[in-house]
């Protein structure tokens, strides 16, 4: 196995030249033997792509689209999630592979050189992997998982081990850094591929799953979120890919950390909220948090607080969003948040006026289609409000 110059092998054209800034700050090897097209894997910080020669002799489009394949692995930070039992280090890599297939590489290029795992290829809704990953491991019994995995697992992801919060951490940061410098030289990443100069977040990566035709709502809500939670550096290891020290040598940095602020999700579950709607939403919300790693929870609200989740803790938040019942007050859901908490309720806009002068920041409302925002614009004007217009803009298919 020989490590290689990939530029010298691929011309990226106007829309993808932001790869090469990435690829500077990895090890690209290759070898005429190995039978696997490509595959990734963490070095000493470092994120290495194996690219097999043939493919890189070829060159083209389809070598592009596989270092973006294997360079979304990486900034994705899949990699830390290979540990436990096989079989479910096996079935994240299929859901991975899906999660990458949306957005982030082309699966019609590379379907020509074997078989490549989308949502509608295993007939999986498109939510985040790893919310599919805590349905599907409940659901599928030992044998139905075996079938699953022999139809559809192709890529060799899962033979790798799982690498630490702080390495994943050190390759994150270094990929970061090269799509702000691509950046500010014009060449501009997809929205799906991190933040771009100045935000400090790396929100709605892994899977977009609002592709091209995003719903406004959504933007906002982002948007929202990523100016009111701040956020604070620490210390940590990151590396210089450009300094002419030894590519070996770590240097200490700072990188983006946890939220200072808690966010607190309150979930509408009362009679008059359609229960698809409220499923829809907390897998819309959980998809805008999930790489942000905000703190907080998710609330379960009608006329009381009926329920309190971790924010990590997607497959219950999922399941008990199913569960509705009683009329609608937002007050309690005041009570119980902290002041410094930001509050963003998911409701339809039927209850009475309440008092959240406790709280440092307006809460967010978001109301469902159908809902009425009356309420809050008359008595309670300083609230955001965010409109979801109509049932078409969800996430395709939620």
């Not at 290495?48 to 083209?60: E, L, P, Q, R, S």
């Not at 497959?315 to 963003?344: K, M, N």
Request: aromatic share 8%; net charge negative.
């Amino acid at each position: 196995m020989q490590e290689i110059d990939i530029n010298k092998y691929v011309t990226f054209g106007k829309e993808d030249a932001w790869i090469s800034y990435q690829l500077d700050r990895c090890k690209i090897l290759t070898d005429d033997t190995t039978s696997a097209p490509a595959y990734c894997y963490a070095e000493h910080g470092v994120f290495c792509i194996f690219i097999a020669k043939d493919y890189i002799v070829k060159g083209g489009k389809v070598l592009v689209e596989l270092l973006k394949h294997e360079l979304a692995h990486g900034y994705f930070g899949h990699l830390r999630y290979m540990k436990g039992r096989e079989k479910h280090k096996q079935l994240l890599n299929v859901l991975f592979d899906c999660s990458i297939h949306v957005n982030a590489a082309d699966a019609t290029t590379l379907s020509t050189i074997g078989d490549i795992c989308t949502y509608d290829s295993i007939k999986l809704p498109i939510l985040p992997p790893l919310v599919l990953y805590e349905k599907l491991k409940k659901e599928m019994d030992n044998k139905t998982l075996d079938m699953f995995l022999d139809n559809n697992l192709s890529d060799v992801l899962w033979k790798q081990k799982a690498i630490s919060e702080l390495e994943n951490q050190v390759i994150h940061r270094t990929m970061d850094e090269g799509i702000q410098e691509a950046e500010r030289d014009g060449h501009v990443a997809p929205d799906s591929y991190g933040s771009g100069p100045g935000t400090g977040s790396n929100l709605g990566t892994d899977i977009d799953v609002l592709k091209e035709a995003t719903p406004d709502w959504i933007h906002q809500l982002k948007k929202f979120l990523l100016n009111s939670i701040a956020k604070h550096k620490s210390p940590s290891w990151h590396r210089e890919a450009r300094n002419l020290t030894h590519p070996d040598i770590l240097k200490r940095g700072y990188a983006p950390s946890t939220s200072k602020g808690r966010c607190l999700f309150a979930i509408d579950c009362s009679w008059s909220m359609n229960p698809r709607y409220v499923s829809q939403a907390v897998s819309v919300l959980l998809h805008c948090t999930e790489h942000e790693d905000i703190e907080g929870s998710a609330v379960f609200f009608d006329s009381k607080v009926s329920k309190r989740v971790s924010l990590r803790n997607k497959a219950e938040i999922i399941t008990l969003a199913q569960e509705r019942g009683g009329g609608t007050s937002l007050q309690p859901v005041i009570d119980y948040a902290r002041p410094d908490d930001l509050v963003v309720f998911y409701t339809d806009g039927w209850f009475d006026r309440c008092d959240s002068s406790r709280l440092q920041r307006p809460p967010i409302c978001v109301i469902t289609p159908n809902g009425t925002t009356s309420t809050v614009e008359r008595s309670m004007p300083d609230w955001k409000i965010i409109q979801i217009e109509n049932e078409t803009d969800w996430t395709e298919p939620v």
